[in-house]
């Protein structure tokens, strides 16, 4: 019943239906709701683009059980203070959640330039940038991304080079 439940409340929300989206964002910002009911919350509110969820995606990463749907959020809406939140709670992430951060950054080319940026820097090692969004943030940056990393080796020849190694 609760599938159903969630499934109107989608197509309330789908069609503008405003006292849906009052309810749903309770149920977001109601620290006693289930994280389940909180995350599905969050993903059908940044789905459709709300503003007031992403302004609260910031007092998320506060909270254990939502930290990393939070940080994903940002991927989900473009926030303009997003690279600055996150890159200043970076050093105090898992490795998870770092991981996370780095995903999300390369979605955007504001946040993309913060990241690089910090590799740059030093903030973050070049190491915690995996082949995938090295591609990813190549695509976003182009030249200044050549700069600091170098070519990007083509998916093919990462694939060829992981075969070998199981040979």
Do not use: C, W
């Amino acid at each position: 019943h609760e599938s159903i439940r969630d499934l109107s409340t989608q197509l309330s929300q789908l069609f503008g239906d405003r006292k849906d989206m009052q309810r749903t964002m309770a149920v977001l910002k109601d620290t006693s709701a289930y994280p389940n009911a909180r995350r599905s919350a969050l993903r059908s509110l940044l789905t459709y683009q709300n503003v007031e969820a992403s302004s609260l995606l910031e007092s998320l990463l506060d909270e254990p059980a939502l930290r990393l749907d939070a940080i994903r959020g940002y991927a989900m809406v473009e926030n303009a203070t997003a690279p600055g939140i996150l890159l200043g709670r970076y050093g105090q992430l898992s490795p998870e959640l770092r991981r996370a951060v780095v995903e999300t950054l390369a979605t955007r080319k504001n946040y993309a330039a913060a990241l690089l940026s910090s590799v740059e820097q030093k903030k973050i090692s070049r190491d915690e940038i995996p082949a995938h969004v090295r591609r990813s943030l190549h695509g976003i940056l182009g030249g200044r991304f050549v700069k600091v990393f170098g070519k990007v080796r083509p998916v093919a020849a990462d694939r060829e080079k992981l075969i070998a190694k199981y040979r």
